[in-house]
């Protein structure tokens, strides 16, 4: 790629940030705000404030367990972090927690009754959802079809439930499409087998603005904002569609259906009214095929008539949990086996190939860094750039704390990825905000709440890395395991602690495991502090 072509990416890409800032508001600080998932409408942050490297007993400024478990990000604004968590059997209680980000103490938390009552189990989606917050409120919505509003302070300002209002929720997985925010609206997708649909909740009173009905189907996917040209629509790829909504009265504009397998990422923005959109083969592989063909870079062009979706290039690579991204004119991808692919972001070129860990957060691109927050507590970071360049190997947490309970079929999750090949380090663990270090550890052990109907992931097909990375492990056995195998398989990859979300902003990158946050921070003592008072 020349110089030329990355200017005019790093500058659409700006542009983007700047309308997605515009639309919830820019009365924070440049610098003190992740309002959404994936840090939609974030601010820039320095680089060089988020450390390199850290490991159990290097730079975790601190560790805060929260009142329940959960699979959503933080969401931060003005020194304040806010974070969802559900407790109980059957999701019985709904929480919003907002933590000091200098410390992680808890400043306070609101609960409501979980309005539909679902089992909590590895299996299904738990507080999977990620909220928004603004300038003066945070909006939460969680799979039992609760929605809250909060003031920064956590006193109410509107509650309602959506499956009181539109009916239950009809799946067997749950709900973790996470939320968007418009200058005067929250934005919710509810994509399950039963009728499904697309609204718009007034910001001030939590009424409905608008509701756009969808077809049924099962997803966990998440909308986007996508600018294309002065505004911008809410792109939803789910499940054998990719369709364009306009924000302000949730008119369809366009719909693309040529895909398959998309049902849980998200299709993330890259400038110019293009958009990444990825599928994955499914639990059993039943849908390889139709995913083979569905990751690819999309373009939404004005017409005469109203939209044209159009396709720009495709790749046959697969991901996971973790939507692909870019970031400095590359595009990176994650399959299953924890492979990181490169391609050129113009032109779909693969560039490398690198080895990780299978990732469920979506990667990070921070100045000339990019961080795949590798499932198991393994972060990766590689140099931005056109060569793959390791820069370090970051363990999160101790297994031998929070990550080596055994778990039924004689399992455990001692630190290791899905295939057993990268141990992590040991080593103390840090002290949570406001406890001393020998708090309670996460426990790797399912709720009580066994599913009675879900069925965990067989072992899945791998995609071969080229030659150019380093091979992914081969799945041992042949044939397909007993169901007995498969429940005690499916235990172990879902079983917490997993980094299942990210918020970054200047000087703190926060990691959301099941039940805790940690917050990541360089605790180097700079020279002011280290130089010997007169």
Request: charged share 20%.
């Given at each position: 790629?020349?110089?030329?072509?990355?200017?005019?990416?790093?500058l659409?890409?700006?542009?983007?940030i700047?309308l997605?800032a515009?639309?919830?508001g820019?009365?924070s600080?440049?610098s003190?705000?992740?309002p959404?998932?994936?840090?939609a409408?974030?601010?820039?942050?320095?680089?060089?404030?988020?450390p390199?490297k850290w490991?159990?007993?290097?730079?975790?400024a601190?560790k805060t367990k929260?009142?329940?478990?959960?699979q959503?990000?933080?969401v931060i604004?003005?020194?304040?972090?806010?974070v969802t968590a559900?407790d109980?059997s059957?999701?019985d209680?709904?929480?919003?927690?907002a933590?000091d980000l200098?410390?992680?103490?808890e400043?306070?938390?609101h609960?409501v009754?979980?309005s539909q009552k679902v089992r909590?189990?590895?299996?299904?989606?738990?507080?999977?959802?990620t909220?928004?917050?603004d300038?003066e409120?945070?909006?939460?919505f969680f799979?039992?079809?609760?929605?809250?509003?909060l003031?920064h302070d956590?006193?109410?300002?509107?509650s309602r439930?959506l499956?009181?209002d539109?009916g239950?929720?009809?799946t067997?997985?749950g709900?973790?499409g996470s939320?968007?925010?418009?200058?005067?609206?929250?934005?919710?997708?509810?994509d399950?087998e039963g009728?499904s649909y697309?609204?718009?909740l007034?910001k001030?009173t939590?009424?409905?603005r608008?509701k756009t009905d969808?077809?049924?189907?099962?997803s966990?996917?998440s909308?986007?904002l996508?600018p294309?040209?002065d505004?911008?629509q809410?792109?939803?790829?789910s499940d054998?569609?990719?369709?364009?909504?306009?924000?302000?009265?949730g008119?369809l504009?366009?719909s693309?259906?040529?895909?398959?397998?998309?049902?849980s990422?998200?299709p993330?923005?890259?400038g110019?009214?293009?958009?990444l959109v990825?599928?994955a083969?499914g639990?059993?592989g039943?849908r390889?095929?139709a995913?083979?063909?569905?990751?690819?870079v999309?373009q939404i062009e004005?017409?005469?008539?109203?939209?044209q979706p159009?396709i720009?290039w495709?790749?046959?690579?697969?991901?996971?949990f973790?939507?692909?991204?870019?970031?400095q004119?590359?595009a990176?991808?994650?399959?299953?086996?924890?492979v990181i692919?490169?391609?050129?972001?113009e032109t779909?070129q693969q560039?490398?190939?690198q080895r990780a860990q299978?990732?469920?957060q979506?990667?990070?691109?921070?100045?000339?860094?990019?961080?795949f927050?590798?499932?198991?507590g393994?972060?990766?970071?590689i140099a931005a750039?056109?060569e793959a360049k390791?820069?370090a190997?970051n363990?999160l947490w101790?297994?031998?704390v929070?990550?080596t309970?055994?778990?039924?079929?004689?399992?455990?999750?001692?630190?290791?990825?899905?295939?057993?090949?990268h141990?992590?380090?040991?080593?103390?663990?840090p002290?949570?905000a406001g406890?001393?270090?020998?708090?309670k550890?996460e426990?790797?052990k399912p709720d009580?709440?066994k599913?009675?109907?879900?069925?965990?992931d067989s072992?899945?097909?791998?995609?071969?890395?080229?030659?150019?990375g380093r091979p992914?492990?081969?799945?041992?056995g042949a044939g397909?395991?007993?169901e007995?195998e498969?429940?005690?398989?499916?235990?172990?990859?879902f079983?917490?602690?997993?980094q299942?979300?990210v918020?970054i902003?200047?000087?703190?990158l926060?990691?959301?495991?099941?039940?805790?946050v940690?917050?990541?921070?360089?605790?180097?003592?700079?020279a002011?502090?280290t130089t010997a008072k007169p």
């Amino acid at each position: 790629m020349n110089r030329k072509s990355l200017l005019r990416i790093l500058l659409i890409n700006t542009s983007a940030i700047l309308l997605a800032a515009a639309l919830i508001g820019a009365d924070s600080k440049p610098s003190d705000k992740w309002p959404g998932f994936l840090g939609a409408g974030a601010s820039q942050v320095d680089p060089q404030s988020i450390p390199l490297k850290w490991s159990p007993t290097e730079n975790i400024a601190w560790k805060t367990k929260l009142p329940g478990r959960g699979q959503s990000s933080p969401v931060i604004w003005g020194g304040r972090v806010f974070v969802t968590a559900i407790d109980g059997s059957m999701k019985d209680k709904c929480f919003v927690t907002a933590l000091d980000l200098a410390d992680g103490h808890e400043l306070w938390r609101h609960s409501v009754d979980g309005s539909q009552k679902v089992r909590s189990n590895y299996f299904q989606s738990r507080s999977a959802p990620t909220p928004v917050v603004d300038g003066e409120r945070v909006y939460a919505f969680f799979e039992t079809g609760n929605f809250v509003a909060l003031t920064h302070d956590g006193k109410p300002v509107w509650s309602r439930s959506l499956t009181k209002d539109f009916g239950e929720f009809e799946t067997n997985i749950g709900l973790a499409g996470s939320l968007l925010q418009t200058a005067d609206s929250v934005i919710v997708l509810a994509d399950h087998e039963g009728p499904s649909y697309l609204a718009a909740l007034d910001k001030s009173t939590g009424e409905t603005r608008w509701k756009t009905d969808r077809d049924s189907r099962k997803s966990y996917a998440s909308p986007s904002l996508v600018p294309v040209g002065d505004a911008s629509q809410i792109v939803v790829s789910s499940d054998g569609t990719v369709d364009g909504y306009d924000p302000a009265t949730g008119k369809l504009l366009w719909s693309f259906e040529d895909v398959g397998g998309n049902t849980s990422t998200t299709p993330l923005p890259i400038g110019n009214g293009r958009f990444l959109v990825s599928a994955a083969p499914g639990m059993h592989g039943e849908r390889e095929t139709a995913a083979r063909k569905s990751n690819l870079v999309m373009q939404i062009e004005k017409t005469a008539d109203g939209f044209q979706p159009k396709i720009l290039w495709q790749t046959e690579t697969m991901p996971s949990f973790a939507s692909p991204m870019v970031h400095q004119g590359h595009a990176y991808w994650v399959n299953r086996a924890g492979v990181i692919f490169a391609f050129n972001a113009e032109t779909g070129q693969q560039i490398f190939t690198q080895r990780a860990q299978l990732c469920w957060q979506t990667p990070i691109g921070i100045g000339d860094r990019v961080y795949f927050f590798g499932k198991d507590g393994i972060t990766t970071v590689i140099a931005a750039g056109a060569e793959a360049k390791v820069l370090a190997e970051n363990t999160l947490w101790d297994p031998e704390v929070m990550g080596t309970a055994t778990l039924p079929g004689g399992g455990s999750r001692g630190g290791r990825d899905s295939h057993g090949e990268h141990s992590e380090e040991r080593g103390t663990r840090p002290a949570e905000a406001g406890k001393p270090a020998t708090g309670k550890p996460e426990s790797a052990k399912p709720d009580a709440a066994k599913p009675s109907s879900v069925k965990p992931d067989s072992a899945a097909k791998k995609e071969a890395a080229p030659a150019t990375g380093r091979p992914a492990a081969a799945e041992g056995g042949a044939g397909r395991p007993s169901e007995a195998e498969m429940r005690a398989k499916g235990e172990n990859r879902f079983a917490d602690p997993v980094q299942y979300g990210v918020a970054i902003v200047n000087g703190s990158l926060l990691i959301r495991t099941g039940e805790y946050v940690f917050c990541v921070r360089d605790q180097q003592p700079t020279a002011a502090a280290t130089t010997a008072k007169p």
